[in-house]
DNA sequence: ATCATAACGCTTTTT
DNA sequence: GCGTTATGAT
């Protein structure tokens, strides 16, 4: 073929593929049509990620590189550019035969991966893909970080000296390890929090250090705490694995050592996975960004799609680094801006835009959209919690819409409370999620337990939790002294168990054995009989159902009710996987409650903003907007957290698709405690005209937004402490009165103006040289007033210019001492 | 061994 | 304020 004619062949191929993606528009094709080397895609609230995502494989199963390259097959000659520009042109149909001719090795299901954060997103990706692609799309790498490492690691887990049944331990399993271990090594939970020492665990892994390695490096430090600390997690990692147990970093830990310590299975992965691709990349941490560069170091393939204004996770080690960076790190990659937003309608873009735009660390993005202003959003301040609740139940009972279009958001489960207990007064359906899950239940997690010991006997965690429950007569006493025994020899307590009876100062010792007969010849039936015959035989034989129906009480109604639900769960299961034990454990074990949302049942549906990334609503309630709860007090103090709460109010707010309700409380009884607290900060941040205020507080309200004082000076209402630090140091609405600055006239005045008032409040005027705590010396070049707030513009002697919002800033500012 | 009461601490957010 | 755990009494 000639030069000429290769040129029209891939033109024409291309506009051939690109027919097939019309529905999309321009960015989000160029997203799914670039398919070689490292794509960045910045993708905003509601721009149609998954859609991309999804139709990105398509192209991938159908095309391969065929969009992205510029080779052509060698079977392909002048006959087939012919074809090709027929049908470009619109003057023959486009048939799968000529489909197969633009094509380029297209690529095939298993040699895509699509890593979520979430088993929710993944599903969701699962059943858009099968529902796009037929029984291929189930064929597509499309899970969790975690679940993508479980299943590598049930495949290799003997490299690293695990078995490959081995269990996976939740937060809850591993806090009763470590508590466990820090009991053996006479250590005080009060000194030597079992937290602190997991989340020490997690840094040593975090940096891929082996137990080992981590105290070497204590050590050197010459720090007792440190030293001891190191030891702690020796001793937990050792105890997990000699359980033949991991915890959720660890399956993220261990495949990462697994593929950097075994070439071949490095090699096979990276050969295996043509495509890599990786959602919400802002929230991944170091080890789940050493895995992904770790997969796509061969092909380099790899699309990350994120939004680094949507990065919420940074507690959980989370490093917004990893997007920031990711350019550098890819010097050839692409980037792609997706800012059209089909989700929403203008006032509560440009609410979520206005309110993200006080962020510094970002990369910066206007969302944009073509639907109309909508509704103004309304800001209801309420008298207390109550008010709240109420406020929110009568405004969707008097809607006149269907319960399940709304959704209530809030910083913290401990809310859900209130909202539940009006919820149910007033009649409307509901549902809770996060809280106490599901899974977290006792009676679930007992029956789990037991199949876990079941499945793996070495489990020493589960197998504690069990062996006396229900109660048969095996006592503290003679399980320390096995344990003990277990220690001293090296073998698994259920070896030991097992005969209990020939050892010396173990009473329960025929209770023992006949427990582990017991385990022993369940063991047996699971081979024998289906899943869910298999699990009401366990409850059978444990005895644990029979114990459970001969108390009376209620609430052991709804236990069993429980367990009912678990064993639909293992139907499910079973339709999935075939009904293995060990598949249905695995896949239990990484799950939350979100995955068993429905969408399709009528219920307003409450949740925390951090479990709401990924979802969008009709109407949203953003509620408990107050400072100290939204954004968190622990977070006042500092620059990059209170970020971190915009960026979550920023994903609050784009959650909803036509109308946004935020509702703040002027008291709340919180923690047993009264407290008053004055609206969230980022309700100032939304431009007024935005607003409709309602509510009791109203007037007061609207004193507080205004800051100019009758000479013009301006000051904050917060006081010259500099902010506080409780929630629960105003004590009262007098209090609070205290610090509201009066305002007798509109204020009109330019900052220029500014006469020095008598205030002991921070104030700042033009030529003033300040303080940052993280920018340095430098003064204000600039003050505009902008809906209640101002915006300063800082030469900083750095050279640099910021543009910081007053109230934001002087947290972290004060005026250069003389 | 089991139950009852008292003390404690905890609330950010999740796989 | 609530749920979990520690302690003590039966």
Not at 4 to 20: C, L, P, Y
Not at 155 to 179: H, N, W
Not at 298 to 322: H, L, M, P
Request: aromatic share 8%; hydrophobic share 35%; charged share 30%.
């Amino acid at each position: 073929m000639t030069e000429a004619n290769a040129r029209r062949f891939i033109s024409a191929r291309r506009k051939i593929i690109e027919g097939d993606f019309a529905s999309l528009n321009p960015e989000q094709r160029r997203a799914v049509l670039t398919t070689e080397g490292p794509l960045l895609l910045l993708a905003g609230a509601g721009s149609g990620k998954t859609t991309v995502l999804i139709h990105r494989v398509v192209n991938l199963l159908r095309y391969g590189r065929g969009s992205d390259t510029e080779e052509i097959p060698a079977s392909c000659g002048e006959e087939e550019l012919r074809l090709l520009e027929q049908a470009a042109a619109g003057e023959i149909p486009v048939t799968e035969e000529i489909r197969a001719l633009c094509a380029v090795e297209p690529a095939s299901p298993w040699q895509v991966l699509a890593i979520t954060f979430t088993n929710k997103a993944a599903d969701e990706l699962k059943s858009r893909l099968e529902k796009a692609l037929g029984a291929a799309g189930q064929s597509v790498w499309a899970m969790t970080f975690h679940g993508t490492c479980s299943r590598i690691l049930r495949r290799y887990a003997e490299r690293l000296g695990f078995p490959s049944s081995f269990t996976i331990y939740d937060q809850a399993d591993s806090l009763a390890v470590m508590k466990r271990v820090l009991k053996e090594m006479n250590l005080d939970d009060r000194t030597w929090p079992p937290k602190a020492m997991l989340a020490a665990a997690e840094r040593a892994k975090g940096a891929l250090q082996t137990p080992d390695e981590f105290l070497a490096q204590e050590q050197a430090s010459r720090d007792i705490r440190r030293i001891r600390t190191a030891q702690v997690c020796k001793a937990y990692a050792q105890r997990l694995f000699d359980a033949g147990a991991m915890d959720f970093d660890d399956l993220l830990y261990f495949t990462v050592r697994l593929l950097k310590e075994n070439p071949d299975i490095l090699d096979y992965y990276q050969n295996k996975f043509r495509y890599v691709q990786i959602d919400e990349y802002q929230d991944t941490n170091h080890l789940q960004y050493l895995f992904a560069s770790l997969l796509a170091g061969g092909r380099r393939n790899i699309c990350v799609v994120g939004d680094d204004d949507q990065s919420i996770y940074k507690f959980r080690g989370a490093t917004i680094e990893n997007i920031l960076s990711f350019e550098k790190q890819y010097k050839d990659a692409r980037v792609i801006r997706l800012e059209q937003n089909y989700r929403s309608t203008g006032n509560i873009l440009r609410a979520a835009n206005a309110v993200i735009a006080n962020n510094t660390a970002r990369k910066g993005k206007n969302l944009w959209t073509q639907k109309g202003s909508g509704d103004k959003i309304t800001l209801y301040v309420a008298q207390n919690e109550d008010d709240e609740a109420r406020f929110v139940a009568r405004t969707i009972r008097q809607s006149g819409r269907p319960a399940r279009d709304f959704a209530i958001l809030y910083r913290t489960n401990a809310q859900s409370r209130n909202l539940e207990l009006t919820f149910k007064n007033m009649g409307i359906n509901y549902r809770i999620f996060g809280g106490t899950r599901f899974f977290d239940r006792a009676e679930v997690k007992d029956v789990l337990a037991y199949l876990c010991v079941i499945a793996n006997p070495t489990d020493e965690t589960r197998l504690l939790r069990i062996i006396n429950v229900p109660a048969r007569g095996i006592g503290s006493t003679s399980l320390e002294r096995v344990q003990a025994i277990a220690r001293e020899e090296g073998v698994s307590l259920f070896e030991v168990l097992s005969s209990a009876s020939h050892r010396p100062g173990v009473t329960a010792g025929k209770k023992m054995e006949e427990f582990c007969r017991m385990i022993g010849e369940l063991q047996q039936r699971i081979s024998e009989i289906p899943l869910d015959e298999f699990y009401d035989e366990v409850l059978d034989r444990t005895g644990y159902l029979a114990a459970l129906q001969t108390k009376n009480a209620d609430e052991n109604l709804s236990r069993i009710e429980n367990i009912q639900e678990l064993k639909s769960s293992i139907i499910k299961s079973m339709e999935n996987t075939g009904g293995d034990l060990y598949a249905y454990l695995d896949e239990v074990a990484l799950y939350t409650d979100m995955d068993t949302y429905d969408r399709e049942e009528d219920c307003t549906v409450m949740m925390t903003m951090h479990s709401a990334k990924g979802l969008e609503f009709p109407v949203v309630f953003l509620v408990g907007a107050e400072d100290g709860l939204f954004p968190s007090a622990m977070s006042i103090s500092d620059q990059e957290e209170m970020e971190e709460e915009r960026r979550l109010c920023y994903v609050a707010i784009t959650r909803a698709r036509e109308k946004l309700y935020i509702t703040c409380a002027a008291q709340r009884m919180l923690y047993g405690r009264t407290s008053a607290n004055l609206p969230s900060r980022f309700t100032d941040e939304i431009p007024p005209e935005l607003l409709d205020r309602q509510g009791v507080e109203r007037r007061r309200q609207q004193e507080r937004s205004s800051y100019w004082d009758d000479d013009g000076a301006f000051r904050s209402s917060y006081g010259g402490s500099g902010g506080w630090s409780h929630p629960g140091s105003y004590g009262s609405g007098a209090a609070q009165k205290k610090n509201v600055v009066r305002t007798s006239a509109a204020p009109t005045r330019k900052p220029s103006a500014i006469t020095p008032p008598p205030a002991k409040a921070p104030e700042f005027r033009v030529g003033d040289r300040i303080v940052h705590k993280a920018f340095g010396h430098g003064s204000v070049e600039k003050l505009t007033p902008m809906g209640g707030d101002a915006l300063m513009e800082i030469l900083f002697d750095s050279g640099e210019t910021k543009r910081l919002m007053l109230r934001i800033a002087m947290r972290n500012m004060e005026k250069e001492s003389s």
